[in-house]
Nanobody, 127 residues
Framework: QVQLVESGGGLVQAGGSLRLSCAAS????????MGWFRQAPGKERTFVAA????????YYADSVKGRFTISRDNAKDTLFLQMNSLKPEDTAVYYC????????????????????WGQGTLVTVSS
């Protein structure tokens, strides 16, 4: 059973930056894709970014493309999300998630493909 623990959330002014981390345990981290999702107050959870098991392929929601960068350190079983040029509409609880498909090389990172979730970390962007 995989455990995921996010950290790095907080309060930041618009235009600022934050770096989220997600520490993974309980599964061979380097063999599974990983993703970040977010849920704004009163809204459904949505996809933010995903990264393949090797780190060679990354995918972003249009709303964060060019501002956010997903990366991973397979030696340290850690996933990252660097968030720059933050906007008030980025305010949400951010969740990291582990893909259930081992060695997946496709491009379809839909929410139901992720079978393990962290507890979430709150990011608040003030205007």
């Amino acid at each position: 059973q995989v455990q995921l623990v996010e950290s790095g959330g907080g309060l930041v002014q618009a235009g600022g930056s934050l770096r989220l981390s997600c520490a993974a345990s309980g599964r061979t981290f380097s063999t599974y894709g990983m993703g970040w999702f977010r849920q704004a107050p009163g809204k459904e959870r949505t996809f933010v970014a995903a990264i393949s098991w090797s780190g060679s392929s990354v995918y972003y929601a249009d709303s964060v493309k060019g501002r956010f960068t997903i990366s991973r350190d397979n030696a340290k079983d850690t996933l990252f999300l660097q968030m720059n040029s933050l906007k008030p509409e980025d305010t949400a609880v951010y969740y990291c998630a582990a893909d259930r498909r081992k060695w997946y090389t496709g491009t379809n990172y839909y929410e139901n493909a992720f079978d393990a979730w962290g507890q979430g970390t709150l990011v608040t962007v003030s205007s």
